[in-house]
């Protein structure tokens, strides 16, 4: 458990810790967030692989106020493990940052496990906001190449 202060309420934040697990094989390890109005039951998880030092990140949207929090991590299925944190951080962060970054998607269910084969669609509703793969500027005027892209 770790204790942070939250600066805006409203406002989007990501958080990134190293997690090393020690148990007989691996773990889905989750984190949640708990102000002083409201649980984020999962707001991350990492398959922590034992003994080595997994990534884990993830991301909320604090909609009510709150002075602190408690990040907390947890194995998913409530095995008893032995769970390190390190470099644990939570940062505030603009519309304008996150539109600029790449994501992985990863479907889970409210305790965080996994879900295997779901089937997302997106659409893209706004074509002031670029969506895709990164490509030469080149190739975006390119008419065959347009017409694939939509087939």
Known sequence: MIIVQVENFYCEYQTNSWIKVQCANSALIR??????NRTYNCIGTVLAKNGCWSFLKGGFVLDSPSNLALLLFQNSDDRDIDITID???????TDQEWRKCAVTIHVSDQQGNRLQGAVITINQVSKDFPFGSAIAHTILGNLPYQNWFVE
Do not use: I, R, V
């Open 87 to 93: 470099s644990s951080s939570l940062q505030p962060f």
């Open 31 to 36: 984190a949640s967030l708990k102000t002083e």
